[in-house]
Each structure stands twice: as structure tokens, then as C-alpha cells.
């Protein structure tokens, strides 16, 4: 006759059954979110009217008696400066090219970072997990939000090719109050076209992606300049520019950078900086 299981045995078996069904419960629930959650295959070649951070800033400026027209532009990634484009990919994450929409180590250092902090504070958030929050959710800071974010991510990429997710994200991110676009913050910050950029401009205009409208080149901010500096370091380090063209693109930085301080001057990000993604 076989020995009845010990007390132990029956506790690691419940505790095994139990970790089963909430995989499976945890699965179940992924693919739920996964087939209710919009279906980016439309966006392979169609551009989309709008967004929902369009949206959401649309309703917001009606609570204050405004009328928001955005500006937009949508242009080729093709017309978008090589510069440019490694400019914002050094910012914003760094390690797009090699990941599936969602940067696990970023991740990691972001939840610790918040775990300390005591809230959700850092961003770490991938450009596909970006583009899927502009496109679709809005920036309310919640876990759950979090998590449509990261499913639909993994649809982007599932759907999409790189290249065409970077195109829709550089095309519907936010460049300032009403921007959308790097075609119109180009326009709206430096008056030039998004093939007209130059190191420089395109390193300040990545710079300002976490916090779009609480940064000002008139009266630039140390965080601004300190967030700048860094990158246009970062992308020389990276092997993205020469020292001859870094050189340069140093000088003309002072000079954009050159106004007067603000009032109130930022040291840290702005505070809707928290929420971006920026992984540098």
C-alpha cells in the first residue's frame, strides 16, 4: 500500500495548483485584453485622424474656456534627418531596434526607482509603449493603464515593422500646446521644415519629449540645458556624431539655449516629465 502524503507534500501541492490557476487566470486575462485592446494593423499605411492625447487635451483646454487646433503636419520618415532620428532614439529608448515593444531592463530599473520613491514617478516606457499610449490611452497615471500599454505595445510590434511604428510615433508626439509632430514642432520651435533641422535643434527638440509644454526656449530651463548637453554627449559617446560635428553642434546649443532663466527654474523634470519615457 502507498504511503499517504505527509502535511508538507499536500501544502506544496495546493501551493503548486494554486500557482497553475493564477498563470492561468493571469493568461486568460492577456488574451482577453489582447483581442478587446484596438488592433494597429489599419495604421500599416493609414494615418490617423487623431489621437487620444489630441483628445485629452482637447477636453482639457475646453475646461479652461479654450479652443485647441492642433497643429499637425504628417511627414515621411524618409524627409526626418538621420540626426534627428538618432537624437530621439538615444533619448527616448535607446535599445528600440532590439527589443519587442517592451524594454524589460528599463522596466526593472523603473519600478525600483519607484518602489523608493513610493509612487509612480519614472517612466521607462519603451517608444512603441509611447506611441501606444498617444494613440490610444491618454497619459492618466494608473497600473492599469500601464498594463493596456504594454499589451497593445506588443500588438504594435506584432502588426507593424519598426520603422513604421518610429514614423506614427514621431508623428503624433507632442511638441509643445497644440504641437503634434515633429514636422510642426519643428516648425513652431526653430520656424524650419523637419529636413531643415540642424544637430543641434534636433537634440533640443528630442530633449523636450518628456515635458513638451513645461519647457520654453525663450527662457530655457537648467533641466532643459543640463537634458540637452547630456545627450548631445550621449550621441557622440554612441558614436552617432563626430567630434567635428559635436564640436559644432555644442556651439550652436549655447546659442539656443542662451535666454533667460525662468522665474521658477527646473533642475528636475518638470512634473510631467514623470509619466514619458526617456531612458537616458
Known amino acids: 500500500m502507498s504511503r499517504p502524503a505527509s502535511p508538507f507534500r499536500r501544502f506544496l501541492l495546493r501551493v503548486a495548483m494554486a500557482a497553475t490557476l493564477a498563470v492561468l487566470a493571469a493568461a486568460g486575462g492577456v488574451a482577453c485584453l489582447w483581442l478587446a485592446l484596438p488592433d494597429p494593423a489599419p495604421l500599416a499605411r493609414g494615418i490617423p485622424s487623431t489621437t487620444a492625447l489630441i483628445e485629452q487635451r482637447r477636453a482639457e483646454a475646453r475646461a479652461h474656456h479654450r479652443i485647441l487646433r492642433p497643429a499637425r503636419t504628417w511627414v515621411p520618415l524618409e524627409r526626418v534627418p538621420r540626426h534627428v532620428l538618432d537624437a530621439v532614439l538615444v533619448s527616448e529608448d ?142 557622440a559617446e554612441a558614436g552617432r556624431l563626430s567630434a567635428e560635428d559635436h564640436l559644432h553642434a555644442s556651439s550652436e546649443l549655447d546659442r539656443i539655449l542662451a535666454g533667460p532663466q525662468p522665474d521658477q527654474d527646473e533642475e528636475e523634470p518638470p512634473e510631467e516629465a514623470t509619466d514619458a519615457g526617456g531612458q537616458g
Open 94 to 235: 535607446a535599445r528600440f531596434f532590439g527589443h519587442e515593444g517592451i524594454d524589460w531592463e528599463a522596466t526593472r530599473e523603473a519600478v525600483e526607482h519607484d518602489l523608493y520613491r513610493g509612487q509612480l514617478a519614472r517612466g521607462g516606457s519603451t517608444i512603441t509603449q509611447q506611441l501606444a499610449k498617444n494613440l490610444w490611452l491618454g497619459t492618466e497615471r494608473t497600473i492599469w493603464r500601464k498594463v493596456k500599454e504594454a499589451v497593445l505595445a506588443r500588438k504594435l510590434e506584432h502588426r507593424l515593422p519598426k520603422r513604421r511604428i518610429l514614423s506614427l510615433y514621431l508623428n503624433v508626439a507632442e511638441w509643445g500646446d497644440g504641437v503634434f509632430g515633429i514636422e510642426a514642432g519643428a516648425r513652431a520651435h526653430f520656424g524650419v521644415d523637419v529636413d531643415g533641422l540642424s544637430v543641434a535643434q534636433g537634440v533640443v527638440l528630442a530633449s523636450m519629449l518628456p515635458a513638451p509644454r513645461r519647457v520654453s526656449l525663450a527662457q530655457p530651463s537648467t533641466w532643459l540645458k543640463r537634458r540637452s548637453r547630456r545627450l548631445l554627449d550621449r550621441m
